[in-house]
């Protein structure tokens, strides 16, 4: 297993093992495995008995798998959970821990296209075997929804003016390399440069992977995947991502309308824990400026209600 710290130094990695409440002889998940950072400190609290799964789509990160007959590394969107622990056997599951959002080895990976330091083909694609890139993306959707993939996963404030400068771009020659787009966004900068350039990124980013509904669907299958008793541990880096686990977490839905029981009680599946996010230590921040922006939160799987005869 190479370095995990070259390939993504680990987030909240004490605060996520305190949060799973980890069993010597139980089924863990790292939904996000990497560079096995958070797994191999799973395994290192793991008895004989142990078992650790863990889910990545990006073809990279079969390289950092941990030589380790307790792990078994599913090569597959998250989104696919349920699926393939069902195929394994393996449920319910007593812990469940996902750190989402871009690696730092797919940003300091040129090729992959994912950051604005390099000109680079435009890719973004976090499998690489499947999907469209980044570049076919932007040359094949409409106008309308470049408006609204450039508002809503990048809160661009000039998306609508962002999105006709893409559509009249591409009538002249495709926008093929992160520097084609990174010249072609750089006409229209609002506010800090940097800052502009890494929302269009992730807009384009997270469109492209359909990461707010991989991650929908991920939560669902979480709580149904879970024991009772079993921790969920989702760490964030955007409100995007962290709205969406904080409203299921607290409600069991997207919407801000809780299902009810007969009584008007509210139906969940989960509770969590603590009322408020955990974010970095000072020691982490300066350790690992990518920690700054991260939010961890963790809910608990609910016991069946008893059904009355």
């Known amino acids: 297993m190479k370095n995990d710290h070259a390939y993504h130094a680990p987030v909240l990695l004490h605060e996520a093992l305190e949060g799973l409440q980890i069993q010597s002889a139980g089924?863990?998940?790292?939904?996000?495995?990497?560079?096995g950072g958070h797994s191999r400190a799973i395994l290192g609290r793991l008895g004989p008995q142990g078992r650790l799964f863990g889910w990545d789509q990006d073809p990279d990160a079969a390289e950092q798998v941990p030589?380790?007959?307790?792990?078994c590394l599913i090569p597959e969107n998250f989104r696919?959970?349920?699926?393939?622990?069902?195929?394994?056997?393996?449920?319910?599951?007593?812990?469940?821990?996902?750190?989402?959002?871009?690696?730092?080895?797919?940003?300091?990976?040129a090729a992959r296209g994912f950051s604005t330091r390099f000109d680079a083909a435009l890719d973004m694609r976090m499998d690489t075997r499947t999907g469209v890139t980044a570049a076919q993306w932007l040359e094949q959707v409409s106008?309308?929804?470049l408006v609204?993939?450039?508002?809503?996963?990048?809160?661009v404030r000039n998306s609508k003016r962002l999105a006709a400068a893409v559509v009249l771009a591409r009538r002249d020659a495709p926008l093929r390399t992160t520097g084609d787009l990174v010249r072609l966004a750089d006409t229209l900068v609002v506010g800090q440069r940097n800052k502009y350039l890494a929302q269009?990124?992730?807009?384009?980013?997270?469109?492209?992977?359909?990461e707010l509904g991989a991650l929908e669907e991920f939560l669902v299958?979480?709580?149904?995947?879970?024991?009772?008793?079993?921790?969920?541990?989702?760490?964030?880096y955007h409100s995007l991502e962290d709205r969406p686990v904080k409203q299921f977490l607290l409600h069991g839905r997207f919407d801000?309308?809780?299902?009810?029981?007969?009584?008007?009680?509210?139906?969940?599946?989960?509770?969590?824990?603590?009322?408020?996010?955990i974010t970095a230590s000072d020691e982490e921040l300066r350790a690992n400026p990518r920690s700054r922006s991260a939010k961890m939160r963790i809910a608990e799987r609910l016991a069946a209600p008893e059904k009355k005869d």
Do not use: W
């Open 148 to 155: 609204q993939a450039f508002s809503r996963y990048g809160e």
């Open 221 to 236: 299958q979480a709580e149904q995947c879970l024991a009772p008793g079993g921790r969920l541990v989702v760490i964030t």
């Open 143 to 145: 106008e309308e929804m």
């Open 80 to 109: 696919h959970l349920q699926r393939f622990l069902r195929l394994h056997a393996a449920l319910p599951v007593q812990g469940i821990l996902a750190d989402l959002g871009v690696s730092s080895h797919q940003l300091d990976t």
């Open 27 to 35: 089924t863990y998940v790292d939904a996000t495995f990497g560079g």
């Open 67 to 71: 030589a380790d007959p307790r792990f």
């Open 256 to 277: 801000r309308e809780p299902e009810k029981d007969f009584y008007g009680n509210p139906i969940r599946g989960m509770v969590p824990v603590g009322r408020k996010p």
């Open 200 to 210: 269009v990124f992730q807009a384009i980013r997270m469109a492209v992977n359909d």
